[in-house]
């Protein structure tokens, strides 16, 4: 069969493709013809066609996504081959097939993608390819999981001038219950070894991209035992990339950081060699019964220390901050807006996020709450001291219709089987 491929991309994220389409070109070459659309695929996928391809439509989905591309996804699984991707199809598989996708990715994507494109050519099913769920009449099935080396596989691709933040490390040793990453199947942590590392940011330099971003679920963890942070690769990382002439950005948006993982000497070669001056740190709750009970694994003391080194050594912390938690009363409340103002005061930057019932967590079920009013208050009268950033708002809008998606269909049953008292709460919104 002669397939061709349209990747759907959505906000300017085409860079999320970057380490498919480069899976693709390296185990398939460039003889399949690939096409970057950030608009409904259907055109694309019909021109392709009148050549006499048989066009597969890629989606990337996060659940908030999701939510916007689900009609379209549907409309196009059923003229079209759709393999869906992306953390709302890694938790929720079962959801995109029921849309209609012939394979969700639910592991490491690059080695799915790769196997999914050789089983299409050759005429099997999905089941042939590794960390893809797919159905077998109204059965849902998930095939082997493989896990790759991230070394084998380039972040961007030349062709296509897609070059996004380059993964340092995937998985994480941590179980904070708010979080996908260690509940989806590709949570073992692994590393992109250092010498691949710059390798490819050698590659982004010579491409013009000398802004190079590294990338991981904890922003000072790379090459580290889990504990503690590994200064000496960090160091020989940031050095690395100054040598060969790119400016290195590490433990910034989206790579909050943990507490465990802040000290004096990795701080300090972030100053010395990075290009970011801000550092995110993740605190989560100004209450430790809390971060007790969502599974944070640190104490707000803790964190607090960190954040104060942070400012010390003459960086700027941003400090992500998670409104209504599972499991949040107002005593908590109060305790996370005295660690708020107290990190105002010293001109360390909040960034707010209200919490999500994310598909494959442990917190998928958990109905969420309206922001608790006295955030609301604070925040008022934060405002004026400019150090507030984020989406809580937008995320509290979205929290219900997020957590709808798993309470009307939260298991791969044969047919959607509803939690109890769910329908009446999901049909109100
Ligand atoms: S929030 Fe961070 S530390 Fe916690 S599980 Fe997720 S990636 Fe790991």
């Known amino acids: 069969m002669r397939i061709a491929v349209i990747a759907r991309t959505a906000y300017g994220a085409k860079n999320a493709f970057g380490p498919i389409i480069s899976a693709i070109i390296k185990e398939h070459s460039l003889d399949i013809p690939i ?17 006499g391809y048989e066009p597969i439509i890629l989606y990337g989905v996060s659940s908030p996504l999701y939510l916007e591309l689900r009609s379209e996804i549907r409309r196009a699984s059923r003229l079209y081959t759709v393999i869906a991707g992306g953390p709302h199809a890694e938790g929720a598989y079962w959801h995109l097939l029921r ?55 380039d972040p961007y691709v030349e062709s296509f001038n897609l070059y996004p933040p380059i993964e340092l490390m995937r998985g994480c040793w941590y179980r904070c219950k708010f979080c996908q990453v260690p509940w989806l199947y590709k949570a073992r942590v692994r590393y992109r070894s250092l010498e691949n590392a710059l390798r490819i940011s050698r590659e982004y330099v010579r491409a013009g991209y000398t802004r190079v971003r590294f990338i991981l679920p904890i922003g000072f963890s790379y090459l580290s035992d889990g504990r503690e942070p ?18 290195p950005f590490l433990g910034s948006f989206p790579s909050e950081t943990r507490p465990e993982f802040i000290n004096r000497d990795v701080l300090e070669a972030v ?22 009970l969502v599974g944070r694994g640190h104490t707000v003391a803790e964190a607090v220390e960190k954040i104060e080194l942070v400012l010390k050594v003459g960086l700027q912390p941003v400090v992500d901050i998670l409104f209504s938690l599972p499991g949040e009363e107002e005593e908590d409340v109060i305790q996370t807006i005295r660690v708020m103002e107290e990190l105002a005061g010293k001109h360390v930057r909040l960034r707010l996020h209200t919490f999500l019932p994310l598909p494959g967590t442990p917190f998928a079920r958990a109905r969420p709450k309206p922001v608790h009013p006295l955030y609301r208050r604070t925040i ?16 509290e809008e979205i929290a219900p219709k997020i957590y709808c998606l798993t309470a009307l269909d939260p298991k791969p049953s044969p047919d959607p089987e509803p939690l109890p008292g769910d329908i009446e709460y999901c049909s109100r919104l």
């Open 35 to 51: 096409k970057v659309v950030e608009e409904n695929p259907l055109s694309s996928a019909a021109e392709f066609k009148a050549k």
């Open 99 to 153: 849309d209609g996708a012939w394979a969700a990715v639910v592991g490491d994507g690059e080695n799915a993608i790769a196997g999914l494109v050789e089983a299409l050519k050759r005429g099997d099913g999905p089941g042939e390819a590794p960390n893809v769920a797919y159905r077998e009449g109204d059965k849902f099935r998930v095939s082997r999981i493989e896990h790759i080396n991230l070394d084998d596989y």
């Open 230 to 247: 590994n200064v000496e690769a960090i160091e020989e990382l940031l050095l690395g990339v100054r040598r060969v002439g790119g400016i």
């Open 271 to 292: 100053k010395k060699y990075a290009g970011n001056r801000r550092v995110a740190v993740g605190l989560q709750s100004g209450s430790d019964r809390l971060l007790e």
């Open 380 to 395: 008022r009268r934060l405002l004026g001291k400019g150090v507030l950033e984020g989406h809580w708002e937008w995320q």
